[in-house]
């Protein structure tokens, strides 16, 4: 259920949680430590976040700390693209940031039927990578679920995405119980696997780098995956067909069904 944004005590906790069982002092020796900020909502909503990304080296010693932040970019977040900006430029100007625009098709009409929220239009985040970036940076990002639904065309992002600024990130549509129920149907794995490389090489072929992302399948089995909170969401609705819920093992279908039952 939903209980509000976290604080970044809550984050700070949770980081605390994982990072604790291995270096109890705080100590992290890694080249790498990288943290997504995702599945706790849109973080561009939430303030609390830039707190934790500027303040994680006062309670970590983690010279390898890599901030992972995707967003949809919605209306009305300015100020907080724009302390982004700042924070980046100040601590994170080494290639040590990673920033995600789950974007999904290159039909920008499309894409608002899929995200039907007011949000930043593809020129609009076009023109903040652009100041976001610079050289030696990580690339930003876009981000692509392939479903049967919406086209993905490579050549129209030439129109407006600088290769030399934006990479592109392709994955398979996790099956939820929401997509279910919208008519969105993910392509089954097999087909994802053979799509996938033609289409990063189309990608390729356009001047853009193109990584192929492709998660476990016992996350799909479990409901874990980016994008599935499959229980609370048929909690929402309790005269849900339970046929949305494709990633489902039988198991957990049943225990969620007599769930479902309950007063």
Known sequence: YYLGRISKEGIFWQID??????YPEGKIPVKQLKI??????????????????????????????????ST???????????????????KFNTGNFQLQFSIHTTDEERRNELIPVRKWSFKKIAEYGKKFYIKG?????????LSHEYPIEPVKLLEIFDPSVFLIKLTPLNPTYKAG??????????????????????????????????????????GSNCGQNLLAEALEDRESDMKYSTGLS??????????LKKP
Do not use: C, W
């Not at 949680?17 to 291995?22: A, V």
């Not at 039988?250 to 769930?259: A, S, Y």
């Open 17 to 22: 949680t994982m990072i604790s069982k291995y």
């Open 36 to 69: 997504q900020f995702a599945r706790m909502g849109e973080p561009a909503f939430n303030r609390n976040v830039l707190e934790v990304i500027n303040e994680f080296g006062f309670y970590f010693d983690a010279p390898g700390f890599m901030p992972s932040l």
């Open 72 to 90: 949809i970019a919605p209306h009305g977040t300015d100020r907080f693209f724009e302390d982004l900006l700042r924070i980046k430029s100040e």
């Open 137 to 145: 940076d990580r690339k930003i990002t876009l981000s692509f679920a």
């Open 181 to 222: 129920k919208t008519g969105i149907v993910s392509l089954p794995q097999n087909d994802s696997i053979e799509k996938l490389p033609a289409l990063a090489s189309e990608f390729k072929d356009a001047g853009y780098d193109a990584i192929i992302s492709i998660g476990e399948p016992e996350e799909n089995l479990i």
């Open 250 to 259: 039988e198991e957990i279908r049943t225990k969620i069904t007599n769930r």
